[in-house]
């Protein structure tokens, strides 16, 4: 009768022994996915997070921001040279 017993038990520790292996396999992979990914909730809000995933990024100036706008080709120059006035009689920068 212990034989029968002992031999039953060893099924148990094996299963017992995958269910941590896989338990603790699914926690590191998880804490591993939330390092790797970063906390971003609100893609389209001014704080973005940056590359690197520490801290919030600055807002860019209204005087970047036309800077990026005429280098990218969205607006010609008499456009720039007008807006950046008014920005600059106004105090935005």
């Known amino acids: 009768m212990m034989g029968w017993y002992g031999a039953g038990m060893g099924v148990g ?3 017992m022994g995958l269910f941590w292996i896989a338990l ?6 998880l804490v591993v996915e939330l390092a ?4 971003r909730p ?15 990024v600055a807002t860019p100036s209204p005087l970047e921001v036309l800077d990026r706008r005429l280098a990218a080709g969205e607006i010609d ?3 720039y040279q007008q807006v950046r006035a008014a920005l600059l ?5």
């Open 13 to 15: 520790w094996v299963f």
């Open 24 to 29: 603790i396999g699914a926690i590191v992979w």
């Open 36 to 39: 790797r990914t970063g906390h």
């Open 42 to 56: 609100n893609q389209g809000t001014p704080y973005q997070t940056p590359a690197t995933g520490f801290g919030p």
């Open 77 to 79: 120059l008499g456009t």
């Open 89 to 93: 009689e106004s105090g935005n920068r």
